[in-house]
T-cell receptor, first 112, second 114 residues
Framework: SQKIEQNSEALNIQEGKTATLTCNYT??????LQWYRQDPGRGPVFLLL?????KEKRKERLKVTFDTTLKQSLFHITASQPADSATYLC???????????FGTGTQLKVEL | DVKVTQSSRYLVKRTGEKVFLECVQD?????MFWYRQDPGLGLRLIYF???????EKGDIPEGYSVSREKKERFSLILESASTNQTSMYLC?????????????FGPGTRLTVL
């Protein structure tokens, strides 16, 4: 069955450093992969999308890579700030009829 | 700006009650989704809808039903609430497939069933 794995342990880093989060998947050939941010008690918010034929995508301090051979996406936040503290979810699509399949998310904590 | 609203942020109900969770989007999106989110289990799809009066089961539809009488509104119904349905419920919408399927989420309803 399809499986998406994100590190369930929280990632703690110091302000100013680069945070790197991982999304691995099995039994899936996604056409694209998305990253969302979720703050406590809130719904997820879309950040970035990367397609299967793209290696890398950037948006301001965010960078996403997509390696379909390794079946892995890396999500980087450079010059991290305490305001970046949140849970980050990866999602793969399409899953039959516009559906996305979400990972469980990784909590990021950026400390002063 | 894209907006998805949910009828309640917090809800407390008793076992056996019928519960209605309402979701409204103002983006004229065809697709709407209901998820529940539990610690360690992530987002799990309950039901989704491609169009008015159309619905499809997601991964965990048991104990739930849905209604979509108008394009902007998608309701989740718990016919007889049980304690194992205590969870965060999230509604989302997305435009017709444009090879992205980006979803726009509401703020969520935290439901507690006693």
């Amino acid at each position: 069955s399809q499986k998406i794995e994100q590190n369930s342990e929280a990632l703690n880093i110091q302000e100013g450093k680069t945070a790197t989060l991982t999304c691995n998947y099995t039994n899936y050939s996604p056409a694209y992969l998305q990253w969302y941010r979720q703050d406590p008690g809130r719904g997820p918010v879309f950040l970035l999308l990367i397609r299967e034929n793209e290696k890398e995508k950037r948006k301001e301090r965010l960078k996403v890579t997509f390696d379909t051979t390794l079946k892995q996406s890396l999500f980087h936040i450079t010059a991290s700030q305490p305001a970046d503290s949140a849970t980050y979810l990866c999602a793969l699509g399409p899953g039959g009829g516009n559906k996305l399949t979400f990972g469980t998310g990784t909590q990021l904590k950026v400390e002063l | 700006d894209v907006k998805v609203t949910q009828s309640s942020r917090y809800l407390v109900k008793r076992t056996g009650e019928k519960v209605f969770l309402e979701c409204v989007q103002d983006m004229d999106h065809e697709n709407m989704f209901w998820y529940r989110q539990d610690p360690g289990l992530g987002l799990r799809l309950i039901y989704f809808s491609y169009d008015v009066k159309m619905k499809e089961k997601g991964d965990i539809p048991e104990g739930y039903s849905v209604s979509r009488e108008k394009k902007e509104r998608f309701s989740l119904i718990l016919e007889s609430a049980s304690t194992n349905q205590t969870s965060m419920y999230l509604c989302a919408s997305s435009p017709p497939t444009q090879h992205t399927d980006t979803q726009y989420f509401g703020p969520g309803t935290r439901l507690t069933v006693l």
